[in-house]
């Protein structure tokens, strides 16, 4: 535990916790935000609609390579 030899260092100590309280509050904040709008229907849609894409263009890349190297369905 830390000893002040005067008020006026503990007052000091004091603000400087307050104010890294209140940074700490404002970032949280910000991030609940972040959070709220990443979570929106609309983020949601759009974030749906990337990964089926991407999962329909893995498969017809795969479909596309097995048939070139003749492993495809038709053997």
Same mark, same amino acid.
């Given at each position: 535990?830390?000893?002040y030899k005067s008020f006026s260092a503990l007052d000091k100590d004091l603000k400087l916790k307050k104010l890294q309280i209140d940074i700490h509050q404002? @970032?949280?904040k910000i991030n609940v935000t972040k959070i709220q709008k990443s979570l929106s229907l609309q983020n949601l849609l759009a974030e749906l609609i990337a990964t089926m894409a991407q999962k329909y263009l893995y498969k @017809?890349?795969?479909t596309k390579l097995l048939e070139r190297f003749g492993l495809g369905r038709n053997q």
């Open positions: 535990m830390k000893k404002q @970032k949280a @017809k890349v795969g």
